[in-house]
């Protein structure tokens, strides 16, 4: 069983920082590929950011570039969405997610395995 619990979320002023964390455990976490995605109310579950199992391809959604980063630490099982110059578009449930899918990681909700419990991030104007 894999669990991914998240957290670092708050209240943060547009334009201001936030650092996300996920802790993963139950999984050998260094061969899967990680993913952020958020959600926010009355709005489907999209893509932010997501890892290789090395750490060594990002890739993020357009409308984070530039301002979010993706990062991991498989000694510490954890991976970080460092979240810079926030919008209050950005207010959402952040998720983390693992996928068995090997390779480049993927956009696609449907293809992550398992999912952490959500931290709330909201950003005021």
């Known amino acids: 069983q894999v669990q991914l619990v998240e957290s670092g979320g708050g209240l943060v002023q547009a334009g201001g920082s936030l650092r996300l964390s996920c802790a993963a455990s139950?999984?050998?976490?260094?061969?899967?590929?990680m993913g952020w995605f958020r959600q926010a109310p009355g709005k489907e579950r999209e893509y932010v950011a997501g890892?290789?199992?090395?750490?060594?391809?990002?890739n993020l959604a357009d409308l984070v570039k530039g301002r979010f980063s993706i990062s991991r630490d498989n000694v510490k099982n954890t991976v970080f969405l460092s979240m810079n110059m926030v919008k209050p578009e950005d207010t959402a449930v952040y998720y983390c997610?693992?996928?068995?899918?090997?390779?480049?990681?993927?956009?696609?909700?449907?293809?992550?395995?398992?999912w952490g419990q959500g931290t709330q991030v909201t950003v005021s104007s």
């Open positions: 139950g999984r050998t976490f260094s061969r899967n590929p």
């Open positions: 997610a693992t996928t068995s899918r090997a390779g480049i990681p993927t956009p696609r909700v449907q293809l992550y395995d398992y």
């Open positions: 890892i290789s199992a090395s750490g060594s391809v990002t």
